[in-house]
């Protein structure tokens, strides 16, 4: 074949959608590049350290996307970054936490069209898809209206005997390890992330199995809305190999555990009390109604600081 045959056989093969070898002969199957979904960890996406990743297949049993296989020095690596951030993510104003969490809701409804295809993947049917992603957006615009008002709410001034104003006022726990419901896919992801990190808390998420493509996408979305690099951090894997290494760590502060498998709450809750954690075992929620959101999630995760100030000299 000459030059100008093959160029020619080229172009008219690819105005029909075939893919061309490079002897100028038509294949009949090309084999598709699939997207490596990483991790994200200290505002970076790295590869998971082990090396390992699964092939996440959609309804049909179609090969869409290569995840990677989190592990334990991942989730290691993800509560350094999450403590080394912490301490200046609290100490920002409640209402620039506000700020980051809304406009959140702003590159996630600039990117809606991507996630809808990512939820499809799951399962879901195109309708379902765009109201889980509609309904993302609205929780965290829910949390962003929180984040300056839940301490009026929950703060009080108590009544002493003494010649003393005595405050109690809610403050971050600190790292917060969680397991998101398995379930139900963007919207329990960000069901869980919005509560920790609008009370001033960090959090290390391992990402849905059904649907991990929308958690690392949501993470470019985190990227791309001025939160500090390590205040969220996620990571895809399996939740029987990372279960009990979330509730053991002795660097974090409390573990909230929505999966439904029993034999793994009971895991979290014991490995909690090593070093006295907050354990938070959340099941038979329904995140797609007003049950999945309520500034008492935002709650679970804070400690009553109380002052004593007195009266006179």
Known sequence: MDKNTKEETIKKAASN???????????SERLKVLKTYKLYIDGKFPRTESGHYFVFKDGQGKNVA?????????????VVAARKAQQGWADKSAYNRGQ?????????????????AELQWSGLSAREASLQVEQSIDR??????????FIQLFSSVNPVESSHFNFSVPEPTGVVAAIAPPASGL??????????????NT????APEGAPAPAISFAEVLHSSDLPAGVVNLITGFEKELAGHFSLHMDVNAVWYCGNVAEHAKLVQTNAADNVKRAII???????????????????FQEIKTTWHPIGF
């Open 17 to 27: 959608g075939v893919s061309v070898n490079g002897s100028g002969k038509a294949n």
């Open 282 to 300: 959340t099941k038979d929620i329904k995140w797609n109604s007003a049950q999945g959101q309520s500034p008492y999630f935002i709650m679970k």
């Open 100 to 116: 980051i969490l809304y406009r959140m809701a702003e590159v996630l409804e600039g990117r809606s069209e991507q996630f809808v």
């Open 140 to 149: 965290l615009i829910h949390y962003a209206g929180w984040t300056d008002k």
């Open 187 to 200: 919207l329990g992801l960000i069901s869980v992330i919005a509560p920790i990190i609008a009370g001033g």
């Open 203 to 206: 959090c290390v998420v391992l």
């Open 66 to 78: 290569n995840m990677c296989h989190g592990s334990r020095k991942d989730f290691r690596d993800a």
